[in-house]
Nanobody, 115 residues
């Protein structure tokens, strides 16, 4: 059973920075792709960024240039560095991964951008 655990959420002022981490356990191999999603109050969950095992990364247009995602494959961990945060980045951030034909999600971590 794969488990994903996020950490690092919190409160930050606009223009500030925050880093999120995701750690995967229960898997004996390096996961192919790990993803970040977020869900703001009253909105659907949306994709934020992905990091593949080979190093390829992708970003939603809304975060491109501000967020950076990277992996440590041997440990099956993923980090999302968020800079120049905006009010609209406020959401619960989820780590997700599709492993052996099943979608797994972490419990989520709250990011609040506010004055």
């Amino acid at each position: 059973q794969v488990q994903l655990v996020e950490s690092g959420g919190g409160f930050v002022q606009p223009g500030g920075s925050l880093g999120l981490s995701c750690s995967a356990s229960g898997v004996s191999f390096s996961i192919g792709t790990m993803d970040w999603y977020r869900q703001a109050p009253g909105k659907q969950r949306e994709w934020v960024a992905s990091a593949a095992r080979g190093g390829h990364t992708m970003y939603a247009n809304s975060v491109k240039g501000r967020f950076t995602v990277y992996r440590e494959n041997a440990k099956n961990t993923m980090t999302l560095q968020m800079n120049s945060l905006k009010f609209e980045d406020t959401a619960v951030y989820y780590c997700g991964s599709y492993v052996e034909n099943r979608q797994y999600w972490g419990q989520g971590t709250q990011v609040t951008v506010s004055t």
